[in-house]
C-alpha cells in the first residue's frame, strides 16, 4: 500500500476542519490606529451628571430628614391609647317580671326615656294595702287626739273635787280639835256621842280627801297616756306615710328610665325575662367621650394641661380629631390595678411605668361613632 505524504498533498485535498484550524492560526495585520469612540466622550458626562444626583439626593434626604426630626420634636404619641366614657349600667330597683322591652340594640335613646316595663301589679297592690295602713294609723290618732280633752276634763273634775275634800277634811278636823279641848276641859257641854261622831266625820273627810288626791293622780296618768298615745299615732301614721311612699316609688321602679342620653348597649334583657334587683340589664354609652392615653413617665417632662392634641383614630383614618390635654392620673396605672407590684419583695427589674392622661376631644365627631375601646393615637404638641 503506497504512503501519501501530507505536505505534498494538494489543499484543496485537504480535510475541512484542517484547514478551518489553519486559517484560526494564521496571523492577521495589526492597523495603523484604532478607530475613535462612536459617543464622542458622554461616558463622562454621564458619570458627572450620576455624581451630581445623587449629591442632590443626599442633601434631600439629610434636609429632610432633619426637617422631619425638628418637627417630631414638638410632639409626644403613643399608641397605647383608647376611647373611654363613663357607662352606664341598666339595672332594677324591684324584682319582677318584664312586661315590655322597650328599646333595641344599639338605639340611640335620650335622658328620661323609658327603657323596660315590669309588671307592676304587685306593687299596685302593695300601695294599695299601705294607703290603707295610713287611713287607719289616720283614725287612731283623730281617735287619740279626741281622747286628750275628756282626760283633761277628768283631772280638772279630780283637782276640783280634792278642794272640796280639803275644805271639808278641813271643817272636819277643826270641829274634832275644839271636842279634843272641851273634853281635856271636862265640859259638860260636850257629850260622847258628839265627839264620837266628830271623830268619825274627821276620819271620813280625811278619807275623802286621799281618795279625792288619788284621783287626780290617776287623772293626770290618764292624761300624759293620752298624750303618749297621740304621739305613738302620730308617728305611726308617718310611718304609713313613709310606707305609702315607698310603695309608691316601688310603683315607679316598675318602669326603668334612661338617666343620661347615649347609645345602647350589650342588651341582655327580653320580654318575660324575671329579673333581681341590681341586675345588669343593659349598658348605656353616654355621647361624652374622651380619650385615655397611656403615656411612658419618661414622656410626661414637658406635657401640660390645655396642650393642643392632634388624635388618630384607627376606625377613621382619614380624619384628624383635635382636642387638648385634660388631666393627669396621680399614679401609674400598675398601683391602681387588681394586684398592684410590691417592689419590696423578691428581686427587683426596673421598668418604665406608664400614666394614664385624659385627653377631651375640642371638636364635634361630625356623625361618626366614637365609642370604649377604640383604638387612637394622641399627638400632643409640646412645643
Sequence with gaps: MAVVDEETRPVTERPAPVQRVNELLRPRPVPAELPAPRDGGLRPRRRLL????AILLATAVIGGGTAWWL???KWVTTDDAFIDVHMVQVSPQVAGRV??????????????????DIDPADFRAKLDQAQANQQSAQGQLVQAQAQLPLAQANLDEAEAQVGVAQATAT???????????????GSLALSRQQFDNDTATARSNAANLAAAQQKVAASEAQL???????????????AAAAQVE???????????RASVAGRVASKTVADGNYVQIGQSLMALVPNEVWVTANFKETQLDHMRAN????????????????????????GS??????????????NYVKIVQRVPVKIVFDDEAGGRLLGPGMSVEPYVKIK
Excluded at 233 to 238: H, Q, S, W, Y
Excluded at 316 to 328: D, I, K, N, T
Design 50 to 53: 450620576m455624581i451630581g444626583v
Design 224 to 238: 300624759a297616756l293620752n298624750k303618749t298615745q297621740i304621739a305613738t299615732a302620730e308617728a305611726n301614721v308617718r
Design 99 to 116: 312586661a315590655h322591652v322597650l328599646v333595641n340594640d344599639n338605639e340611640e335613646v335620650r335622658a328620661g326615656q323609658p327603657l323596660v
Design 246 to 256: 315607698q310603695a309608691r316609688l316601688n310603683l315607679s321602679y316598675t318602669q326603668i
Design 333 to 346: 396605672g400598675a398601683a391602681f390595678s387588681l394586684l398592684p407590684p410590691e417592689n419590696a419583695s423578691g
Design 171 to 185: 271643817n272636819a278636823d277643826t270641829n274634832l280639835k275644839r271636842d279634843q279641848d272641851l273634853a281635856r276641859m
Design 307 to 330: 396642650q393642643p392634641v392632634d388624635i388618630y383614630v384607627d376606625a377613621y383614618p382619614g380624619h384628624v380629631f383635635h382636642g387638648r390635654v385634660a388631666s393627669f392620673q396621680a
Design 71 to 73: 418637627e417630631a420634636s
